[in-house]
């Protein structure tokens, strides 16, 4: 079965060859007259870290929640290690980890009793697995106090031990760094790639651009229930080809530049400093061009963007579309 491939695969970078372990088709939800998620195409390849953006309301959870079968669509459908997730749903979601929002806990129990009390349901779950995962977590010190008395943080912690308890192939977490302090999302950030290290594949929807830019290979942007980019992170952040310049008279260099029949949208960013294009697309004969004209650059380097500047614009640009 595809599950124990999932299992015994070595702990690779996705490859292009690697199995799809999680695929949407043409996945939809409608709520009354509003199309929360339309047609959705998603494919997650095995091994891969795949963050999954977009602004509130977009469709996020609503597509997770499709995927985890605790909702139905309305059309289309989901496969998890290519089975049909509607009608081997009992098979396919032992294999699955989840942390939805916030994790439903009892609040009454101590934190290592909830995990107890979900080993139960699950099945097979030994003593040593529970101390494992609070391990993982970092929530040994507090295992035996209430969950009534946890932080916000430390029960979305417990949500994510819960989520580890059967060692799923396939983690799907809706925001699990929210309500995290900045340690805990660092120790996110080290469990979620050592996982992944592991050869576990996870879907993951976060607000945080900056750790979706340092874990993830791959990002999917949704909009208004839409897929508008499914990139790598690489291809996302990577500049249009400009470079970045700093050097002394940048306003005379820039002067210069826009007279360049390739550097008519060169400009100067909020630090001064220039963004251009280069003769012949060459970083090297735009450091010999800005040198012989006698404006020697002290640093240049291709211009790429941050994952939030990707955001807003693709926001943006969609924005424009459908205004259109
Ligand atoms: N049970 C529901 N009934 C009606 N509309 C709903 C329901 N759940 C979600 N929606 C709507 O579906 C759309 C998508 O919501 P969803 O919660 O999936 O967004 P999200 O991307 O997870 O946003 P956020 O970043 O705020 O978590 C929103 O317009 C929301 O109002
Ligand atoms: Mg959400």
New binding site residues.
């Given amino acids: 079965m595809q599950a124990d491939h999932a299992l015994t695969q070595a702990a690779a970078p996705a490859a292009q060859s690697a199995p799809v372990i999680l695929r949407t088709i043409e996945l939809t ?1 409608q ?2 007259a ?1 199309l ?2 339309k047609h959705l195409n998603l494919e997650i390849k095995h091994g891969e870290i795949v963050g999954f953006l ?12 499709m995927i985890l079968g605790l ?1 139905a669509p309305t059309g289309g459908r989901v496969e998890i290690f290519g089975r049909d997730l509607a009608s081997e749903r009992d098979f396919l979601l032992p294999h699955v980890g989840a942390l939805v ?1 916030m994790p439903a806990l009892y609040q009454h129990l101590t934190g290592c009793e909830n995990l107890r009390a979900m080993g139960a349901v699950l099945g097979g779950v030994s003593r040593q697995r529970i101390e494992e995962v609070l391990e993982l977590v970092g929530l040994q010190a507090r295992q035996r106090d209430r969950v009534r008395t946890y932080s916000l943080g430390m029960k979305q912690r417990l949500g994510l031990a819960i989520a580890l308890l059967n060692d799923p192939d396939l983690l799907i977490l ?2 699990p760094a929210n309500g995290l302090d900045p340690a805990g999302i660092v120790e996110m950030r080290d469990l979620l790639q050592r996982l992944a290290n592991e050869g576990k594949t996870v879907f993951l ?1 976060s ?1 945080f651009l900056g750790e979706v830019q340092q874990i993830c290979s791959r990002v999917i942007f ?1 909009n208004a ?1 839409q897929l508008v980019a499914n990139k790598t992170v690489a291809e996302l952040t990577r500049g249009q080809g400009e470079y970045v310049v700093e050097l002394e008279q940048s306003q005379e260099a820039l002067d210069l530049l826009k007279k360049q029949p390739w550097g008519a949208q060169a400009r100067l960013d909020d630090d001064g400093r220039l963004l251009t294009s280069a003769p012949g697309d060459s970083g090297r004969e735009l450091y010999a061009f800005l040198a012989q004209a006698g404006f020697p650059p002290e640093s240049l380097a291709p211009a790429t963007q941050n994952l939030e500047e990707v955001f807003f614009s693709l926001i943006n640009n969609h924005e424009g579309d459908k205004a259109q």
């Avoid at 977009?54 to 929640?65: H, L, Q, S």
């Fill in positions: 939800k709520y009354g509003r929360a998620v977009g602004p509130n309301g977009a469709g996020k959870t609503t597509t997770i929640r909702i929002e809706d925001e929807s607000h949704l229930g």
